[in-house]
């Protein structure tokens, strides 16, 4: 069962691996929602001070909400991810754990900004699963 969870960094453990990839997701939603929001607003407003709040719409704003729904989720990720190997409990399980939400993560972008969203739950509800899963890892 370990090709599930095999480091996609292989000299980094598997959960440190999907953690320094998340930070490249993280960085992938953040240039989403500041180019969108940059096509919608112009460059002027984006590089304000953003003193008076613009509204954005369509697909800015679903990169906004999903940027924001990420941030959400990254602590709790990144706090697993750094506890179970602290603590030695990483494992195969653990591994697949930070798998699984990392690859939801991957697909519940597109899925949000394209508007899909009964497939943009049903992933999120898989990337939650993976915090579980390294949450029963770390404490049992």
Known sequence: MDFLAASPIPWLPTEIAYLAL???????????????LTIQLGSDYNTSARDEERKVTGVAARAERALRNFNETFPAFAVLALAVNVTGSAD????FGAA?????????????LYGVARWRSAVFILSAI?????FVG???
């Open 130 to 134: 993976g915090l579980v899963i390294l």
């Open 22 to 36: 998340g930070l490249v997701l993280l960085g992938v939603h953040i240039n989403f929602q500041s180019i969108l």
């Open 138 to 140: 770390l404490v049992f």
């Open 92 to 95: 195969w399980w653990t591994g």
């Open 100 to 112: 699984l939400w990392f690859w939801s993560r991957v697909a519940y972008l597109p899925l949000y």
